[in-house]
């Protein structure tokens, strides 16, 4: 049974501290970092003044129970929504200043040859790792950066390219699907 002054630790977090108040099946702990925080009565286990636990905490629960019900926690699988396993896998950002860091002396047609290079560098490297899909971002401006990857990637046979998800990357990015011989 927990009591108001109880030390106690929760059993998914590493979370210690001291009951304040006990409402219904809520409890109110004092972090001893010094938070309120509100837990479930379950959520909780009464530690000792040498931290072993009471078995009064367990409700005659064995500790084997408790601890087979956390490593079930821990277990758990993320899952990845169906909308999400389509997603590209690479993504390169294009725009200079993740590419350089610093434009200084370079003109307008040093930047854009940069940003080429390294478009058509990582197109060949998806190519050799055989990614299927990678996403070119090269963001808005005046539109010179899109027209020179368009004609960069006719020069390829085995790919398709198109804009790439608007809530995701806004107008400013495009996406290669690449056709992979097997």
Not at 31 to 44: M, S, Y
Not at 75 to 90: G, L
Not at 104 to 118: A, E, I, N, P
Request: aromatic fraction near 8%.
């Amino acid at each position: 049974m927990l009591q108001i002054g109880d030390k106690v630790e929760t059993l998914d977090d590493n979370i210690f501290g001291v009951i304040k108040q006990i409402k219904a099946d809520l409890v109110v702990v004092e972090t001893d970092d010094g938070f309120d925080l509100e837990f479930n009565k379950k959520e909780l286990v009464k530690i000792g003044r040498n931290t072993e636990l009471s078995a009064n905490a367990f409700n005659n629960a064995s500790i084997n129970d408790i601890v087979a019900q956390k490593e079930v926690k821990k277990r758990k699988s993320v899952k990845v929504k169906p909308k999400e396993r389509y997603q590209p896998t690479m993504e390169v950002d294009l725009h200079i200043h993740q590419l350089t860091n610093s434009t200084k002396g370079m003109t307008k047609h040093d930047m854009l040859s940069l940003q080429l290079d390294t478009a058509k560098r990582q197109l060949n490297f998806a190519i050799n790792k055989r990614t299927q899909r990678i996403v070119f971002i090269h963001g808005v401006g005046e539109g010179v950066l899109k027209l020179e990857l368009e004609y960069l990637f006719k020069r390829y046979d085995n790919l398709k390219y198109y804009d790439a998800n608007y809530q995701k990357y806004g107008l400013g990015a495009t996406e290669v699907y690449i056709y992979q011989n097997v």
